[in-house]
């Protein structure tokens, strides 16, 4: 399984875009670095992910891209603050 390391700060997440496989299972683990964000949570459409990050705790997601193309996800406000995925 492959580890991706986010951190959530003031520009948003990072690093985004991340390359990811379809079809490989991918832990991520998210850091909210900040309070100044809206992105307290991470929102990921079509893979039924609605997890809150709360301050300096890294929190584990575990998902499996299930297509190719770009992948967004971001903050419960209509991803107003977004991170990519580009999933081969």
């Known amino acids: ?4 390391e986010l951190s959530v700060t003031e520009k948003g ?4 875009p991340v390359s990811l496989k379809k079809g490989e ?5 998210v850091t909210r670095k ?3 964000t809206c992105a307290t949570e991470v ?3 079509g893979y039924d992910i609605n997890t809150p990050l709360p301050l300096d705790q890294p929190v584990e997601i575990a998902f499996t891209p299930k297509e190719s193309g770009k992948l967004v996800y971001g ?3 209509n991803k107003m603050i977004s991170g ?3 999933v081969d």
């Not at 399984?1 to 991706?4: A, L």
């Open 25 to 29: 299972p991918v832990k991520l683990v």
């Open 34 to 36: 900040t309070d100044h």
């Open 1 to 4: 399984m492959r580890i991706v």
């Open 43 to 45: 929102v990921m459409d």
């Open 84 to 86: 990519v995925f580009m």
């Open 13 to 16: 997440y990072e690093p985004s």
């Open 75 to 77: 903050c419960a406000m």
